[in-house]
């Protein structure tokens, strides 16, 4: 996994800022500005997904407003839908497994049969959405700050500063 070192300048000005709007309003800019940046990683990792068929990459959204906790608000990229399930398959691989059925009496794929049981060898990762944040991290804080400065027009943004660290963890 590779490590990103972020350096944010003026963040107290920043707050400021934003604290002298409504919460209503602040609100709307942080969602508009984290929807912003996820875009940029839904691209990235539709771009990156295996496409034999086109279902997972259907399936990578961005998913924008208000979470669980009280006055956390932004935007996600998920899987959702009905190919989802396939996503985590596909970034993390799976171990070999046994498959069996439990109410036919032969395991079909179309084309061939294979009895009542079949030994799965696993598959191999291939991973899409976690090299989707590190090849657009630094894009997507330009996104968010562009956001910012055309949303907060009055004044100096605080510049974004991004150092990337190719070390690993």
Same mark, same amino acid.
């Given at each position: 996994?590779?490590?990103?070192?972020?350096?944010?300048?003026?963040?107290?000005?920043?707050?400021?800022?934003?604290?002298?709007?409504?919460?209503?309003?602040?609100?709307?800019?942080?969602?508009?500005?984290?929807?912003?940046?996820?875009?940029?990683?839904?691209?990235?990792?539709?771009?990156?997904?295996?496409?034999?068929?086109?279902?997972?990459?259907? $399936? %990578?959204? !961005? =998913?924008?407003?208000?979470?669980?906790?009280?006055?956390?608000? #932004?935007?996600?990229?998920?899987?959702?839908? @009905?190919?989802?399930?396939?996503?985590?398959?596909?970034?993390?691989?799976?171990?070999?497994?046994?498959?069996?059925?439990?109410?036919?009496?032969?395991?079909?794929?179309?084309?061939?049969?294979?009895?009542?049981?079949?030994?799965?060898?696993?598959?191999?990762?291939?991973?899409?959405?976690?090299?989707?944040?590190?090849?657009?991290?630094?894009? $997507? %804080?330009? !996104? =968010?700050?562009?956001?910012?400065?055309?949303?907060?027009?009055? #004044?100096?943004?605080?510049?974004?500063?991004? @150092?990337?660290?190719?070390?690993?963890?």
């Amino acid at each position: 996994m590779s490590v990103v070192d972020l350096t944010i300048k003026g963040v107290p000005e920043l707050i400021a800022k934003m604290n002298q709007l409504p919460t209503q309003v602040q609100k709307k800019i942080l969602v508009g500005a984290t929807t912003a940046a996820a875009i940029e990683f839904q691209e990235e990792a539709r771009s990156l997904v295996p496409k034999r068929t086109s279902q997972l990459e259907r $399936a %990578i959204r !961005v =998913v924008k407003g208000e979470g669980r906790t009280p006055n956390i608000v #932004g935007a996600k990229v998920v899987l959702r839908g @009905k190919h989802a399930y396939l996503g985590k398959w596909m970034e993390w691989g799976t171990v070999a497994h046994l498959i069996e059925t439990k109410t036919k009496k032969t395991l079909w794929d179309g084309n061939r049969a294979y009895g009542r049981r079949v030994q799965h060898p696993g598959t191999r990762p291939r991973p899409f959405m976690r090299p989707a944040v590190d090849n657009k991290m630094a894009e $997507a %804080i330009e !996104v =968010v700050h562009r956001f910012l400065e055309r949303h907060l027009a009055w #004044g100096d943004i605080p510049e974004v500063v991004v @150092k990337a660290d190719g070390g690993s963890e």
